[in-house]
């Protein structure tokens, strides 16, 4: 199936759509690229949708060294852009294609107000969205050029996440999720783990305090001097005792039993 929707709508309040697109046989890169948003805006238009209800997506492809560029000059990229919407491109193979997307939408009674705070270079973006007596921030392609190795690459993207958080007055336990994008997981996935380790123990946040829930994967951008690439979504506004951790005990351990620090998910 080229395109699948999933949805959470209640009854009353806000409805959440994810958005999945992929050719089904691979052609040229241009034609799967056409084909991906055209079928993305197809769906859109059906269910009566806006694109400016987009909050994030993802653009995985086969080779980013040498479609990244290609696609953020598209007239795909330049309409994703102006809806303020968060974009990571990433190097994670689609199956049978050259490029796939994922995007995630609000609808909402109210329109929330969304406003892009950064755009500092190619690869990150910021988005803020503000709902209420919340604000969610959505950063995107997080990343480090100056430290040649993994431990000082990984240890610099946090502490872009705590200038983030310091600069807001947003408490650390408030970083709900992060999905960690990885070259070479296999080689760097242990230091990265041992460095997490150390930085959230020099924000001093505990098991008390949940950690964040947290994805490591295989991944790259154009960049190769790039390790990894960090996107998270932190929420302020978030009271004590809003967030639960949710676990699988009959399937899976606490992460903490094998040595690294995150949580299976967080429920706010």
Known sequence: MPISVSSFIPARGTKEYFFTVKPDDGLSFLEDLSYVFN??????????IGLESCVYCN???SDAVRHEDIIRYSSYFKDL???????????????FSKVALLAYHIVPES?????????????K????????????????????TDSMSIKDQTRKVFDIISS???????????????????KDIDRNY???????????????LTEKDKF????????????????LLVDVTIVDGIKDGQLQKMEALTHMSPTMRYGVIFERGLKV
């Not at 079928?39 to 009566?48: F, G």
């Not at 503000?130 to 959505?138: G, V």
């Not at 983030?164 to 990885?182: A, D, H, L, S």
Request: with cysteine; net charge positive; proline share 5%.
């Open 111 to 123: 329109i929330p107000r969304k406003e892009r705070i950064s755009h500092e270079n190619d690869n």
């Open 59 to 61: 653009i995985y492809v």
């Open 212 to 227: 964040p829930a947290s994805t490591s994967t295989g991944g790259m951008n154009k960049d190769l001097r790039n390790l």
């Open 164 to 182: 983030f958080c310091k600069e807001r007055g947003i408490p650390y336990k408030n970083i709900i999720r992060t999905w960690i994008y990885v």
């Open 190 to 204: 242990g230091v990265i783990s041992e460095t997490r380790r150390e930085v959230f123990s020099n924000w001093d």
């Open 39 to 48: 079928q993305y805006k197809t769906k859109l238009a059906e269910l009566k």
């Open 125 to 144: 973006t910021v988005i803020s969205l503000s709902n209420n007596s919340y604000i969610h921030y959505f950063l995107k392609g997080l990343s480090d």
């Open 81 to 95: 852009y102006k809806n303020n919407i968060a974009v990571s491109i990433l190097q994670l193979p689609p199956l």
